[in-house]
């Protein structure tokens, strides 16, 4: 981003120096080219600052804040040079509206006033008792209101105080219901912002991003795809994976968490959970890694990330429903996003947590492998490859089914109902593990 910004503020910084060495050399409306003179040089010194932020600077407004800006001061070039007119037979012939001069320096104000918004919030300078950076609201929230809206709540969302970085994703939820700008709101980087703090910000502040994002797919269907290209479902899966199945390597490195685990090390370990959680055990913790392993698995990433394990249990069970609820909406209809739970370990955390979780989290559990299964139903090659009867996995999910469904008082009985009818197809005749609790 820094090379970028220095290519993005390389042209009008030019501009300003020609409108300011043309507004020294004028030689009538004087006092007209003084005032704008001054107000350029307000607005290079802004652009000279942001050149020094460099890759802090908040990419998509600054892009939108230096092209008006870029316009302004060609408008401004223009208007400066035709009073430094060379003779006086072209000097008395060129008239300039005074208006042309109110109106270039109103707008010249207004690109200062942008940038000077820019660098606030590319800083975080934020005035809690006004409710706004600085305490003021840049002339793009006049035009541009909505838009204005989503960028400040992005740039809070990445770099504010927790308390405030904590409202920001509810004030986007509230911003695409009220303002149905869901387009605007993909464009303007809220599935790029909210996957970097998936990875890597403070879980409570991943919990609320995991609600915002089942809220946004809830409201509009198109934005699976786009929080599937950002990876939010391996973000999400390692969520629901924290401290209930917990992946092992000798190497804990950083990783990246895009990558789901498909080594043989998961492999085995999915195999022993499957087992243990069949046998009514709790949610394995600490699987010790089995003798027959790829030797590349020292590669893989490692679930728990510096510090998780400190958190509040409070903190940790609301990550845990949120990660869940999230990838239940993300499921909904979508073969593709299924098939990257079902690849992954998701699969089998929604099995566990189906029974060992809390409640809120066996809840959304439910509601995910409903979804899930009800894709399955009509996509034959996941249904094959997902809920094959011989895997663990796939035991371990119909077992965690079946047991709600044996519990009378389940408030679970009715999604847990639905999903072993829509997986029908994969029991045998002589399946009555499966019919009786039906028949009861």
């Avoid at 030019?14 to 107000?39: G, N, P, T, Y």
Wanted: with cysteine; hydrophobic share 40%.
């Amino acid at each position: 981003m820094a090379y970028t910004v220095k290519l993005i503020l390389e042209k009008p910084i030019q501009l300003a120096d020609q409108v300011i060495k043309a507004a020294d050399e004028s030689s009538s409306f004087k006092s007209h080219c003084s005032d704008l003179k001054e107000k350029t040089q307000t607005l290079a010194a802004f652009l000279h600052q942001a050149a020094r932020m460099g890759k802090n600077l908040y990419e998509r407004p600054t892009r939108r804040i230096i092209d008006d800006t870029n316009q302004v001061l060609e408008r401004t070039l223009t208007l400066v040079q035709k009073c430094r007119a060379n003779c006086l037979f072209k000097r008395a012939f060129t008239e300039i509206p005074a208006a042309a001069f109110q109106e270039t320096s109103s707008q010249l104000k207004n690109s200062a006033d942008n940038l000077s918004w820019l660098l606030c919030i590319s800083a975080a300078v934020y005035d809690n008792s006004h409710g706004d950076y600085l305490g003021h609201s840049p002339p793009l929230a006049i035009d541009e209101p909505v838009l204005f809206s989503i960028w400040e709540q992005l740039a809070i969302l990445s770099s504010g105080s927790l308390s405030d970085r904590l409202e920001a994703p509810k004030s986007l939820v509230l911003s695409a219901k009220k303002y149905s700008c869901h387009g605007k709101l993909i464009q303007e980087g809220n599935c790029s912002v909210f996957a970097k703090i998936l990875k890597e910000g403070p879980m409570k502040l991943q919990a609320e991003v995991a609600w915002a994002i089942s809220e946004h797919v809830a409201n509009y269907a198109p934005f699976q795809e786009h929080f599937a290209q950002h990876n939010i479902i391996p973000l999400l899966v390692r969520h629901l994976a924290f401290e209930t199945i917990e992946e092992h390597s000798s190497n804990r490195d950083n990783q990246d968490w895009s990558q789901f685990w498909t080594t043989q090390t998961s492999k085995s370990a999915l195999i022993v959970a499957a087992s243990s959680y069949s046998k009514g055990k709790s949610p394995v913790l600490g699987l010790d890694v089995v003798e027959d392993v790829d030797p590349q698995s020292s590669s893989r990433p490692s679930v728990c990330a510096k510090g998780r394990e400190y958190e509040e249990p409070k903190t940790k069970a609301y990550m845990k429903a949120m990660a869940a609820k999230a990838l239940w909406r993300l499921d909904k209809g979508n073969s593709t996003i299924c098939k990257s739970i079902t690849d992954s370990i998701g699969l089998l955390c929604f099995a566990v947590l189906l029974g060992e979780g809390p409640e809120e989290v066996q809840r959304f559990s439910a509601m995910a492998l409903m979804e899930i299964t009800a894709v399955a139903e009509k996509d034959t090659p996941l249904r094959r490859s997902a809920f094959n009867p011989k895997s663990p996995t796939c035991k371990a999910v119909v077992d965690g089914l079946v047991r709600t469904i044996g519990n009378k008082d389940s408030k679970l009985v009715v999604p847990c109902l639905k999903a072993i009818g829509n997986l029908a197809r994969i029991f045998h005749a002589s399946e009555t593990r499966v019919i009786r609790p039906l028949i009861q």
